[in-house]
């Protein structure tokens, strides 16, 4: 596809279910973000994956949240026993550079989360 | 202290006003400052991105940084009903990866 595709776009959930939530990047960007939305409260950031190298999940807000990329490609963001503050907006961005001078972030339309 | 800090608005003009949005930021070491427009249930899109102090210019848009102040903002001229939507402004520092984004200005341009 020509821009960066996310799945679902909005997922309903009941307080304690697991989620995961699908990004599909732009082809040959090798870096990948997950950043979620709050209303009010910007774009926090979750996790980076860049090319093979290990993951800077520092943005991680507990345990209940892990992501992985298959094949240097596609990234599934999960979050395991639901909390109703986990309720937001989950864009996913790529880009085909270290986010440097030229490195803008392409950025999916994302999953509205709604966790009740 | 967030590292940038930027007021959520709403912002209401009408047409034709000239728009200024600002944001100010903690960190001395970060070099690039972007702006990113994104309409409602979008995703965000740049719109523009400078270097270290100075202005920048592109249509009706007008990105200045003050790095001396740690300030940025965004001038939108001849403002239209088109630009409304939340605006956000994001920083990165050299080598870096991380960009930080301020919480996003809601603007509304009234026709």
């Known amino acids: 596809g020509a821009g960066v595709s996310q799945s679902p776009s909005n997922k309903v959930t009941e307080k304690g279910k697991d989620v995961e939530l699908r990004c599909d990047p732009i082809s040959g960007h090798t870096a990948l973000y997950w950043y979620r939305q709050s209303l009010g409260q910007g774009l926090e950031f979750l996790i980076y994956f860049q090319g093979n190298s290990a993951p800077d999940k520092s943005g991680l807000p507990s345990d209940r949240f892990s992501a992985e990329r298959t094949g240097g490609s596609v990234s599934t963001l999960t979050i395991q026993r639901t909390q109703q503050e986990d309720s937001a907006v989950y864009l996913c961005?790529?880009?085909?550079?270290?986010?440097?001078?030229?490195?803008?972030?392409?950025f999916g339309e994302g999953s509205r989360l709604t966790v009740l | 202290q967030k590292e940038v800090e930027q007021d959520p608005g709403p912002l209401s003009v009408p047409e034709g006003a000239i728009v200024s949005l600002n944001c100010t930021y903690s960190?001395?070491?970060?070099?690039?400052f972007m702006w990113y427009r994104q309409y409602s249930r979008k995703g965000p899109e740049l719109l523009m991105y400078t270097y270290s102090s100075g202005n920048k210019e592109d249509g009706r848009f007008t990105a200045q940084v003050d790095k001396s102040s740690k300030y940025i903002s965004l001038f939108i001229r001849d403002s239209q009903p088109s630009d409304s939507a939340t605006y956000l402004c994001a920083i990165l520092n050299t080598g870096g990866f991380k960009t930080i984004f301020g919480a996003g200005t809601r603007l509304f341009v009234k026709a």
């Open positions: 960190n001395s070491a970060f070099q690039y």
């Open positions: 961005a790529s880009s085909n550079s270290l986010a440097g001078v030229s490195g803008e972030l392409f």
